[in-house]
C-alpha cells in the first residue's frame, strides 16, 4: 500500500461527492421521489469518510487541530473547504427530508464549494515542488473532471435506484446520458494527459493508460444507453463502476508517484 493512501481515499471519495452534487444542482436525482434527500445524504457520507484521511496523513490526528490553525497550508484549505460543503450538504439533506425541497441557491452554493474543493485538492500537488510530475497544470483537469465525470455517474445511478419506474428519469433522457458520454471522455483525455505528463518525467504511464481506457468504456456504455442498445439498470451501474474504477487507478498511480 502506498504511503499516501489517506489522500488517496479522501481526494478519490470527497472527490466523487464533491462531483456529484455539482451535477446534481443542474441535473437533479430523483427530483420526485420522496427519498430524494438520500442523495445529499450519501455525499455527506462519502465526504465524511474521506475527510479521515487528512488527519490520517498527518500520522498524528491532533496533528490536524495544529493544522487549522496554519490557513495557508493546503491541508487546512482542503479542510476548511470540506467544512463549507459539509454544512451545505447538511442543510439540503436536513430540508429534503423535513420540506421535501431545497432552495436552488443552496444547491448551486453547494455546487460552487464542490468545484472549489476539487480545484484546491489539484492545487495542493500543482504547488508541490518534491515531484515533478505534479507540478503541471494538467493536474487541475484530472482531479477536476475525474471528480466530475464520476459524479455524472453517481447522480445517474442514483436517480435509477430511487426513481426507476419514473418515466422522465434521467436514464430516459438521451441530453442527460450525451452530458454523460462527454464528461467520460473528457475524463479519459485528462487521464491520459496526466500520464503523458508523467511519462515525460520518467514514470510510467501504463496505469494512466489503462484508467483512460476504462474511462472510455464507460463512454460507450453511455452511449450505447443513449441508442437504445443497452439497459438502464446495465448503463446506471457500468457507467458508475467503470468512471469509479478509471479515476481510482489513475489516481493511485498519481500517489504512487511519491515513493519512486
Known sequence: MISEFPLFCFTTLAGLAAGAYAVNAFFPAGKDSKRAWLFPLACMVLLG???????????????????????????????????????????????????????????????????VLTAVMGNAYFVSLAIPAWSSFATFPFFILGDI?????????????????????????????????VSALVAALAIAVEGFQFSGAGLSVVPFVVAAVVALAAAGIAF????????????????????????????????????L
Not at 57 to 79: D, N, V, Y
Not at 165 to 170: G, I, K, P, Q, Y
Request: charge should be positive; proline fraction near 3%.
Open 149 to 181: 465525470a464520476m459524479g455524472v455517474t453517481m447522480v445517474a445511478l442514483f436517480d435509477y435506484l430511487v426513481a426507476k419506474d419514473c418515466e422522465d428519469r434521467l436514464g430516459k433522457s438521451s441530453n442527460f446520458l450525451l452530458a454523460e458520454a
Open 49 to 115: 469518510v474521506g475527510l479521515i484521511g487528512l488527519p490520517l496523513h498527518l500520522g498524528r490526528p491532533e496533528r490536524m487541530f495544529i493544522a487549522l490553525t496554519h490557513p495557508s497550508a493546503m491541508i487546512a484549505q482542503e479542510a476548511y473547504w470540506s467544512m463549507a460543503f459539509g454544512i451545505v450538504l447538511l442543510a439540503d439533506t436536513i430540508l429534503l427530508k423535513v420540506k421535501g425541497s431545497t432552495p436552488r441557491a443552496l444547491r448551486i452554493a453547494g455546487a460552487i464549494f464542490g468545484v
Open 224 to 259: 450505447a444507453a443513449r441508442m437504445g442498445k443497452v439497459s438502464d439498470q446495465i448503463s446506471a451501474w457500468g457507467c458508475f463502476a467503470a468512471l469509479f474504477v478509471a479515476v481510482a487507478i489513475a489516481r493511485y498511480a498519481f500517489y504512487a508517484a511519491c515513493v
